[in-house]
Nanobody
Framework: QVQLLESGGGLVKTGGSLRLSCAAS????????MGWYRQAPGMQRELVAT???????RYADSVKGRFTISGDAAQGTVYLQMNSLKPEDTAVYYC?????????WGQGTQVTVSS
């Protein structure tokens, strides 16, 4: 298992910005990918953005143009810059690491966007 420590959630108004951080116990070079997922109340967990050890990036359609994922592969740290936030972005955001031992998850950080 990979240990993940998240930070950066909070309460923000519509149109505001937040930055999430996730630090892994391993470098990204030793994993397949890291990324962010979110889960709103009563909904399934969904992909937000991922970045592979080779630098390939994928976004959910709902966040393209507003969110930016970046990472420090040598440090095993991944960031999610969230701009132009909407109330529908309200959810618990989970950091994910995919490696040879499977998926590891952080404890989650709450993001709440008020209208």
């Amino acid at each position: 298992q990979v240990q993940l420590l998240e930070s950066g959630g909070g309460l923000v108004k519509t149109g505001g910005s937040l930055r999430l951080s996730c630090a892994a116990s391993r470098t990204l070079f030793t994993m397949h990918a890291m990324g962010w997922y979110r889960q709103a109340p009563g909904m399934q967990r969904e992909l937000v953005a991922t970045i592979t050890s080779g630098g390939s990036i994928r976004y959910a359609d709902s966040v393209k143009g507003r969110f930016t994922i970046s990472g420090d592969a040598a440090q095993g740290t991944v960031y999610l810059q969230m701009n132009s936030l909407k109330p529908e972005d309200t959810a618990v955001y989970y950091c994910n690491a995919r490696s040879g031992v499977g998926d590891s998850w952080g404890q989650g950080t709450q993001v709440t966007v008020s209208s």
